[in-house]
């Protein structure tokens, strides 16, 4: 029996050729062509990126190389945020599962499999709630190409609609929620600080999507899976949005691995928590900034 590819959903603002870069790889993958895409467009957010804008959208209704492809083209602004919330609520409420991509984001010919493989292993098993595809430049001699652990990560990810709905960026009740012990767990052991992204979003500094998903997960003991070398590299930090440089600290090693060997073993590894943990006190000034940068970034 052929397995249900999951959709692939992928949201574009004002950047044409980082847009491009992710829609080239993307059709590159062994799986495109079964794959169903859908394209989230948002509107500009004033005239200054009205140009780019629509550069992106006579692109995108250019493009082929997969079984169908949806253009939603929002009439207004909805900022990053709430365009990925809706976006994905509304596809996954409809296909039971998604992979879901940012237009920064370039994939090895090999990330669709890993990622339909993964949906397809854990669907039943539901302690495991969020599939990445990026990892961080980890040491890579090690014996499985695969793990699981509490983290989130955002660059290319999927995930299933009875884990999904449980999603809530609920500001307050997640400050109110969160005892000391548990915020200290949130942020590696006290080792990095996520939880400030919440209090962030509480004043109005920045408005992101993504610590509330890793908040939800991680309030339901869940478990994300991570492939040791990454499908995805993000070219994001390339100078082309404000406070960028080229100099990436998160540059993975790239994966070629066409098949992963999934464990059934439901619980985090520890050995890989102990590279996060290091990776984070090594880099602690200039991973400060760098979130700060991304998080700042806006759609204008």
């Known amino acids: 029996m052929v397995k249900k590819l999951a959709p692939i959903v992928l949201f574009v603002y004002n950047r044409p050729w980082h847009t491009q870069q992710t829609i080239e790889a993307l059709a590159k993958n062994e799986l495109a062509q079964d794959s169903e895409l859908f394209i989230y467009s948002d509107a500009a957010k004033n005239e200054l990126a009205s140009q780019s804008v629509n550069e992106v959208r006579r692109y995108i209704k250019s493009i082929n190389g997969f079984n169908k492809i949806t253009i939603i083209e929002r009439e207004r602004n909805w900022g990053l945020a709430s365009s990925i919330i809706d976006g994905v609520t509304t596809i996954i409420n409809k296909y039971g599962k998604i992979i879901v991509l940012e237009d920064d984001l370039v994939t090895s010919p090999y990330f669709l499999n890993f990622m339909n493989d993964a949906l397809e292993f854990y669907a039943d098993k539901p302690k495991v709630w969020h ?4 990892n961080y430049p980890f040491p890579t001699d090690w014996l499985t190409n695969m793990f699981l652990w509490r983290l989130m990560n955002c660059w290319g990810w999927a995930t299933w609609a009875d884990r999904w709905q449980y999603y809530d960026k609920d500001i307050d009740g997640v400050i109110s929620d969160f005892t000391k012990k548990e915020t200290r767990a949130f942020n590696l052991d006290g080792v990095e600080n996520f939880f400030g992204q919440v209090i962030a979003n509480k004043k109005g500094k920045i408005n992101t999507w993504a610590i509330f998903w890793y908040a939800t997960i991680f309030k339901q003991s869940g478990l994300c899976v991570n492939p040791t070398r990454t499908y995805v590299h993000n070219i994001g930090f390339d100078a082309s949005g ?12 790239e ?17 890989a928590m102990d590279y996060l943990k290091l990776f984070y006190k090594n880099n602690k000034k200039t991973i400060v900034m760098r979130i700060i940068s991304k998080l700042k970034r806006v759609w204008t």
Not at 131 to 134: H, N
């Open 242 to 253: 404000s406070h960028c440089d080229t100099d990436d600290i998160y540059i993975s090693n």
């Open 255 to 271: 994966t070629e691995s066409r098949f992963i060997t999934f464990t059934d073993v439901l619980q985090e590894d520890k050995l």
């Open 131 to 134: 599939v990445s595809g990026w």
